[in-house]
């Protein structure tokens, strides 16, 4: 059973610039959520997709955006960076009705310059 | 007021030592409990999932969610160097619907040799 992958490890990317992450789930999972950790902090929720529609978001603006594909990996994209979205984003997946245990992925750090 | 509190530390112990890791929370809606470990530049790891009040043991871990006073802990026993890392406490409601996590800040432990 491979467990929850994410790319790429690391990005630099500068203020106004798009990005793109990308998580593949764990297998058998089918529900992907996306958490936005900054440096000292715990992560914090920013959306989660089952079945490829966005069912629930968290306190961050639409430039925010993300897709889950049939095969359940999933994009987390952010237009107009600004350099507080510096952070870990992390992927975390679970099962069907085992939304209890979300198994994370080890993360993408983004720098924003 | 954060929903979740959580001491950042540094905790510092020498190896063998007992340590208690703690959280407090002021939405009484949470039902399930977690502790999840992070080591430096990687993803949290579920320790222990715990549901509603009582207390759940795993090996050196045990588990502890005191519901009337909002407080859970994390007990480790014969703590190891290889236990330095931070400790994430996460938690949220009934299972129905959307569901998202919601973490303390982490607390850094620190086993000394």
């Known amino acids: 059973e491979t467990g929850v992958t994410q790319s790429p490890t690391h990005l630099i990317k500068t203020r106004g610039q798009q990005v793109t992450l990308r998580c593949s789930s764990q297998s058998g999972h089918n529900t992907v959520s996306w958490y936005q950790q900054a440096l000292g902090q715990g992560p914090q929720f920013i959306f989660q997709y089952y079945r490829e529609e966005e069912n629930g978001r968290g306190n961050f603006p639409p430039r925010f955006s993300g897709l889950q594909f049939p095969n359940y990996s999933s994009e987390l994209n952010v237009n107009a960076l600004e350099l507080d979205d510096s952070a870990l984003y992390l992927c975390?997946?679970?099962?069907?009705?085992?939304?209890?245990?979300?198994?994370f992925g080890p993360g993408t750090r983004l720098t924003v310059l | 007021q954060k929903e979740v509190e959580q001491d950042p530390g540094p905790l510092s112990v020498p190896e063998g030592a007992i340590v208690s890791l703690n959280c407090t929370y002021s939405?009484?809606?949470?039902?399930?409990f977690m502790w999840y470990r992070q080591y430096s530049r990687k993803g949290p790891e579920l320790l222990m999932y715990t549901y509603s009040s009582g207390n759940k043991e795993d090996g050196r871990f045990t588990a502890q969610v005191d519901k009337s006073s909002k407080y859970i802990s994390l007990f480790i026993r014969d703590s190891q160097p290889s236990d330095s890392a931070t400790y994430l406490c996460a938690m949220k409601g009934p299972r129905t619907g959307f569901q998202k996590l919601v973490f303390g800040t982490g607390t850094r432990l620190l086993v000394s040799p």
């Open positions: 939405n009484s809606a949470f039902q399930y």
């Open positions: 975390a997946s679970a099962g069907q009705g085992r939304l209890d245990t979300q198994y």
